[in-house]
């Protein structure tokens, strides 16, 4: 029972991460129809900055600088923005396919650094001992991890309420012009560049918050956290729940990793260890297929986005 | 060190062939049917797979010359690539030509491309595993040619059967029927309609053509050294930077474009750690869309 009620608290605190990433890229996406298939990259960079800024001392490494935690979710999100801004500016103008390209490259070159930059990263090591907040006020790792899950609820809550507040405000509006027609909001006299390029930054910068989030809670990094297949996984989440909307961005998070979880335990059980390699093969094609099926028959996705008709214009 | 200099634009040319191959199809997705097929590395490593396949139960052939392989591989490579053009066919069947008919945005063929390429990578998987597969168990030992490059007698006879097909292929769209059709549909597909194209059968040809020159470039990685199910995802970077820096819809471009990219890889190595070498096509990528995004031989859009 402890087992199941300690993996039920792991299993949420997982997708409360993981839906913070599918925030960013509703925003992004969903919102200003901005193609990000590098969604890994940044939340590679927040959980590296994160791990960098908290990790207790070590003298082989340049980082690990032992920092508050508030530091490193502040500093994560502060570095990811950063480089979004840079690389929106470098790729932000491109046109859709071209910017899913750039950005798919630039996730690889990302996850690449952290390999290859030992000194910083630890290499294919990757860091340990993160600091885990208030982790000395609690006894055993249940009530503990209880404790982070209220944190990170509290967290994708009020990222949410914001995401809802910005989208019906005039900014809001202006991105879902530019994603419908870039044309007639550039005729109404709004800069599309500006826009999408902050629409990509504040997308990325969650993105950034979900990699702090995530790296606090597991305690250390590595690079295989955050392969391409992440990802997919992001993008296979908003269009089950249905982008262009924050809630099914939610829900998609947690069908899609409750699907990945459940397939896991299942081929973990039937498939012997020998063939690990196919049993997490198996895992991966569901995901494709739940993808593409979607698309196919159910292209809004479980909740889509409402459709929205100004007031002014009346019934 | 003008040696090394020389060896890394030999190195260059000889990948280059190849990534050309692959991106001759990566290229006419792009322009006949207008959007960015990231399945297309997938093609590839079908195309090795399938070969390892029949070579395995077929037999490789008695080695030819200096080579490490006979006709068994040859054959089984041209039937790889007849196979892989009819799978390329059938995933446009069953998934894009679909969203296609519902009116969905190009942008949601490039999702449904990531789903498709997950799935067919991990079919790979789920029946080979990730271990690493050989054609041929032969060693071979390189030639030594003035003024002190080393060149494989299988890198040479690759590029020569590379270049080959490619002017096979250049024939064909300039002097057959198809051929011109495929070339209109590239350039306005609604002109090309109206003068009586049927856009079915171009359709058919072209993905028939891609997943061919994909399976072929496949089984060439596959060649030097081995076979592993990443051998199409780590190129696809590549792929893409062939393409675009040689203007999407041209073959001319691709194959220059292949080269360039191939060149520009190992002359990096030159100067970068090799841990980096697998961003570097993107660098090159990304240099293209900034300064010329409709490649050196493309036409604005």
Not at chain 1, 87 to 111: C, E, S
Not at chain 2, 48 to 53: E, F
Not at chain 2, 235 to 244: Q, T, V
Request: charge should be positive; glycine fraction near 12%; hydrophobic fraction near 60%.
């Amino acid at each position: 029972m402890i087992g199941l009620s300690s993996y039920l608290v792991f299993f949420v605190c997982v997708v409360l991460a993981l839906s913070l990433l599918t925030l960013g890229l509703n925003l992004q996406w969903g919102s200003t129809g901005l193609f990000n298939a590098g969604v890994a990259g940044f939340y590679a960079i927040g959980g590296y900055t994160h791990a960098i800024l908290t990790a207790a001392p070590a003298p082989q490494y340049l980082g690990n600088f032992g920092l508050p935690w508030i530091v490193g979710v502040v500093g994560a999100m502060a570095v990811t923005a950063l480089a979004a801004l840079l690389i929106g500016l470098l790729t932000i103008r491109l046109r859709g396919d071209f910017l899913a390209i750039a950005t798919f490259g630039i996730a690889i070159l990302i996850q690449l650094v952290t390999l290859n930059l030992e000194p910083l990263t630890g290499g294919s090591q990757g860091l340990t001992r993160i600091a885990k907040p208030m982790s000395s006020v609690f006894s055993d790792p249940l009530s503990y991890n209880l404790f982070y899950l209220g944190l990170m609820a509290v967290v994708v809550g009020g990222v949410y309420l914001a995401l809802e507040r910005i989208l019906a405000s005039p900014w809001g509006r202006v991105l879902r012009a530019i994603r419908e027609d870039e044309t007639a909001a550039v005729a109404l006299g709004k800069s599309a560049i500006r826009f999408r390029l902050e629409a990509f930054v504040l997308g990325s910068t969650l993105m950034g918050l979900a990699g702090a989030m995530y790296v606090g809670f597991i305690g250390f990094v590595s690079p295989f956290d955050f392969l391409p297949i992440l990802t997919f996984q992001v993008w296979a989440m908003l269009i089950v729940g249905g982008s262009g909307n924050n809630r099914g961005a939610l829900l998609g998070t947690l069908v899609v990793w409750a699907i990945w979880a459940a397939s896991g335990i299942f081929v973990s059980k039937v498939v012997p260890p020998a063939h690990a390699a196919q049993g997490a093969a198996v895992q991966v094609i569901l995901i494709g297929l739940v993808l593409v099926l979607m698309l196919l028959f159910r292209p809004r996705g479980l909740i889509g986005e409402r459709p929205m008709v100004s007031r002014h214009l009346g019934r | 060190m003008s040696t090394m200099l020389l060896q890394a634009l030999a190195d260059g040319v000889f990948t280059g062939a190849i990534i050309a191959l692959g991106a001759i199809g990566v290229s006419f997705t792009l322009q006949i049917m207008r959007f960015a097929n990231f399945a297309h590395s997938e093609f590839l490593t079908w195309g090795a797979y399938l070969t390892l396949a029949l070579v395995t139960v077929f037999g490789i052939g008695e080695p030819l010359g200096i080579l490490t392989f006979g006709w068994g591989l040859l054959i089984a490579a041209a039937l790889a690539a007849v196979l892989t053009g009819l799978a390329a066919w059938g995933l446009d069947r069953l998934v894009f030509a679909r969203l296609r008919r519902s009116g969905a945005q190009p942008l949601v063929l490039v999702f449904a491309a990531f789903g498709a390429a997950l799935v067919m990578r991990h079919i790979v998987v789920l029946i080979w595993g990730h271990d690493s597969y050989f054609y041929s168990r032969e060693l071979q030992m390189a030639m030594l040619v003035p003024p002190g490059i080393r060149i494989m007698p299988d890198q040479v006879f690759i590029l020569a059967l590379a270049f080959a097909v490619m002017i096979v292929l250049h024939l064909f769209l300039t002097y057959s029927r198809t051929g011109i059709a495929m070339r209109a549909m590239a350039e306005s597909p609604g002109l090309a309609q109206a003068c009586g194209v049927r856009v079915e059968s171009v359709v058919r040809t072209t993905w028939v053509i891609c997943g061919g020159l994909a399976a072929l470039a496949g089984v060439f990685t596959g060649l030097t050294p081995q076979l592993h199910p990443e051998i199409g995802f780590n190129l696809l970077l590549a792929l893409f930077a062939a393409a675009i820096f040689g203007g999407a819809g041209s073959l001319p471009g691709a194959v220059i474009g292949g080269l360039m990219v191939g060149i520009a890889e190992n002359l990096f190595l030159l100067v970068v750690p090799p841990g980096y070498k697998p961003a570097m096509p993107f660098v090159l990528l990304l240099a293209v869309l900034l300064f010329r995004p409709d490649g050196l031989f493309g036409e604005k859009r």
